[in-house]
């Protein structure tokens, strides 16, 4: 990693930020706001940086930098130097904030991650190499090195990884009076909590104390006669997504997280939880389209490598379909209008198909679709994907039969039509269930399937029924 240089300040300019906010109207960046800035960056302004940092949240200046030029970038943290918050970095994409971070001296980073949250602070350190992760944590006292490298030895996306290490914990046979003097005394507590655990001398989890259960007690009595039941504990190795279901089904603030041995290990907060609720759907949603982990940041080369896949798969389904369409070549010259159908009835399957897939997935990533309901959820989106067929296969049956003059080719489209909508429906269910009974990722390979399936069901009903017809009177 580079090493820093200091920058004398300057006298600041005469642009200021906009007292009005740093957003228009459409919640971007506004222009005048990225002029100023680039402005003093280019004037090495570090007086004028410095001001504008201390107006800012965090997420604020985080939409700036994601906005700015990428040397605009690394001018700008280099010329706050020890004035740049490292939290910021949680608010951007990964790639900038690696990019960011490589700029930047490890002693600079132990420094401000020895300020920091220890979820932030591993959210930071999990994106370095490991060469850069050892030197940074060597730097920095014993116990938080410990506390840190816990977190990161949790599998990613888990709720360890997500945990903030800093909590309060006080043994039973503490009375309200001890435990009050104990938080207004203790300086290494966290900045905020709403929960005071309560351990045995191993840290094994017995139970929680909410403040303001504190707060109405006496200061005499013990913390063992108003404690109650930890609400379900989280454990470190729970997936992040399993966690923030047990958060939104139980609407948690806040929750412990226990090793395998019940061990008291951290808690989890629900800013945490939110944060994991918006990068699952985003995930969930990136992959229903085939592209994987991608951002915005990404360059042309990684952005390209990442979709590629998908679309050689696709490809190869695309070449399936037209496989079908092979086979009544014959039907298709004498019929040239079922050529100019045959779009239509391929893409309102694939458009059924997609919805259903769609509340399929979702529902399975929420547990709302199991063994228990498949049937019931089958059932119904078979139902609707019956009614569907009939309202839409009669209005495109008289449609074409209108447009074409000819009654039969009517009766076929919308024989198709029904027949292709039913089956879209059922692989938009039967698909994900599959794909999610084996063990792969029904948001990632559902699309592929789903389209392939309604592509070839839809033209092998369409062509085939014309070719019953036509070819057979």
């Known amino acids: 990693m580079s090493a820093n240089t200091d920058e004398p300040d300057l006298v600041p300019p005469d642009v200021r930020l906009p007292d009005a906010g740093i957003y228009d109207e459409d919640d971007s960046v506004r222009a005048d706001v990225l002029m100023h800035i680039a402005a003093a960056i280019g004037d090495r302004d570090v007086l004028y940086l410095r001001q504008m940092v201390e107006r800012l949240h965090p997420s604020e200046l985080g939409d700036i930098i994601e906005a700015l030029h990428p040397d605009q970038r690394i001018a700008l943290v280099t010329l706050l130097g020890d004035d740049f918050d490292l939290s910021v970095l949680t608010e951007v994409d990964e790639t900038i904030r690696v990019e960011i971070v490589e700029q930047m001296p490890n002693e600079q980073i132990a420094a401000a991650i020895g300020e920091m949250d220890s979820d932030d602070a591993v959210y ?42 800093e909590f309060v914990a006080v043994p039973p046979f503490w009375t309200v009076g001890q435990t009050i003097d104990y938080m207004r005394e203790d300086g290494d507590l966290p900045e905020t ?5 309560v351990i045995d001398p191993t840290f094994k989890l017995l139970g929680a104390v909410d403040l303001d259960r504190i707060l109405r007690a006496k200061r005499a009595v013990k913390i063992e006669t108003i404690m109650r039941e930890t609400n379900h504990p989280i454990p470190a190795e729970m997936d992040q997504e399993e966690a923030a279901q047990v958060f939104e ?17 951290g808690v989890l907060t629900i800013d945490d939880v939110v944060d994991v609720i918006q990068e699952e ?18 360059t042309i080369l ?54 259903t897939m769609t509340v399929s997935v979702r529902a ?35 449609i074409a039969g209108v447009w074409f003059q000819d009654l039969p080719l009517g009766v076929i489209i919308a024989s198709a039509m029904l027949i292709n909508l039913i089956a879209a429906a059922l692989a938009g269910i039967f698909i ?24 070839i069901i839809g033209f092998m009903a369409f062509l085939g029924l014309a070719t ?6």
């Open 468 to 473: 019953w017809w036509f070819m057979g009177n």
């Open 432 to 455: 994900p269930l599959l794909l999610d009974r084996f063990g792969a990722d029904p948001a990632v390979s559902s699309a592929v399937f789903v389209t392939t399936c309604t592509d």
């Open 124 to 165: 930071i350190l999990e994106d370095l190499d490991q060469e850069d992760q050892d030197a940074i944590l060597a730097q920095l006292p014993f116990t938080e090195r410990v506390r840190l490298r816990r977190s990161l030895d949790y599998p990613e996306s888990t709720a360890g990884r997500r945990m903030q290490t």
């Open 281 to 298: 759907a985003e995930e969930d949603l990136m992959r229903l389209g085939g592209v994987g982990d991608e951002e915005l940041s990404d």
């Open 249 to 265: 089904q139980y609407d948690l603030l806040s929750a412990a997280v226990v090793d395998e041995n019940s061990r008291l290990v």
């Open 302 to 355: 990684s952005t390209s490598r990442s979709r590629v896949p998908w679309l050689l798969v696709n490809l190869v389904t695309a070449f399936l379909a037209a496989a079908v369409i092979g086979l009544f070549e014959g039907t298709i010259e004498r019929v040239v209008a079922l050529a100019v159908l045959m779009p239509i009835v391929a893409g309102m399957g694939g458009n059924a198909g997609s919805q």
């Open 364 to 398: 399975l990533a929420t547990r709302d679709l199991d063994a228990n309901n498949a049937w019931r959820i089958i059932r119904r989106e078979a139902g609707v994907g019956l009614l569907n067929g009939v309202l839409l296969g009669l209005l495109v049956g008289v």
């Open 193 to 197: 909590f709403s929960q005071i655990f």
